[in-house]
């Protein structure tokens, strides 16, 4: 009976900790890998960061989400990590060299000028430019329902909604959030701090 008693004052302990770190992983957070240069400079290749799944998606929010079906070069099992810079029935453009989202100029301070105006390969666009140009939608003007329109930090060389349109809600797994011991401050900030 005693011997009894001391495995079970070893087995409960862990047997809860594991039921607990479990829920954790599995409803409210877990752990995630940077790969690839598209969210410079704010998180790099290789970092790590934590991906809350119950945080509100905002404007400006960093995101990862299942990108297979979404980008049709994605396989299954692949993961993205961009920027939410289009909501819900919100216009996006980009005109002389600056992002709008429903009419008004976005601060994209966390990011040059340069990391800001590159890639698509045209200076001014729109939802519905952009949807012809590369073929992923007809008559687009808005962000439809329980979609989101996001991009990478590095615009030159992010393969972002801009070449193959919208990510749906349900393909989002949660919102990124670095760790204190992690970055500077300042990409800190830009990547915890921003969403509105």
Same mark, same amino acid.
């Given at each position: 009976? %005693? ?13 809860? =900790?594991?039921?607990?770190? $479990? ?6 957070? &877990?752990? *995630?890998?940077? !790969? ?17 799944? #119950? ?5 400006? &929010?960093?995101? @990862? ?5 979404? !980008?049709?070069?994605? %396989?299954?099992?692949?993961?993205? *990590?961009?920027?939410?810079? =289009?909501?819900?029935? !919100?216009? *996006? ?14 601060? #994209? &301070?966390?990011?040059? /000028?340069? #990391? ?5 390969? +045209? ?5 519905? +430019?952009?949807?012809? #140009? ?5 008559? @687009? ?7 989101? $329109?996001?991009?990478? !930090?590095?615009? +030159?060389? +992010?393969?972002? &909604? ?6 749906? /809600? ?14 500077? /401050? ?11």
């Amino acid at each position: 009976m %005693k011997a009894l008693k001391e495995i079970l004052s070893w087995i409960v302990p862990i047997a809860i =900790g594991l039921i607990v770190a $479990f829920g954790l992983k599995t409803y409210v957070l &877990s752990p *995630v890998r940077v !790969d690839g240069p598209s969210m410079e400079p704010n998180l790099t290749n290789n970092e790590r960061v934590w991906m809350f799944k #119950q945080e509100k998606i905002k404007h400006l &929010s960093v995101i @990862v989400f299942d990108a297979h079906g979404e !980008d049709p070069e994605a %396989k299954p099992g692949t993961d993205y *990590v961009k920027r939410v810079i =289009g909501l819900p029935g !919100d216009t *996006v453009a980009f005109k002389n060299n600056t992002l709008y989202v429903n009419g008004k100029k976005v601060n #994209q &301070s966390f990011i040059s /000028k340069s #990391q800001a105006t590159g890639g698509t390969g +045209s200076a001014n666009w729109t939802l519905a +430019s952009l949807a012809k #140009q590369y073929g992923w939608g007809k008559h @687009v003007t808005k962000v439809p329902k329980n979609e989101y $329109f996001v991009l990478g !930090d590095h615009r +030159s060389v +992010s393969n972002d &909604s801009r070449y193959w349109g919208f990510v749906y /809600k349900s393909k989002v797994a949660g919102v990124v959030k670095v760790p204190a011991w992690t970055g500077t /401050k300042t990409e800190r900030h830009n990547i915890n701090s921003l969403g509105y």
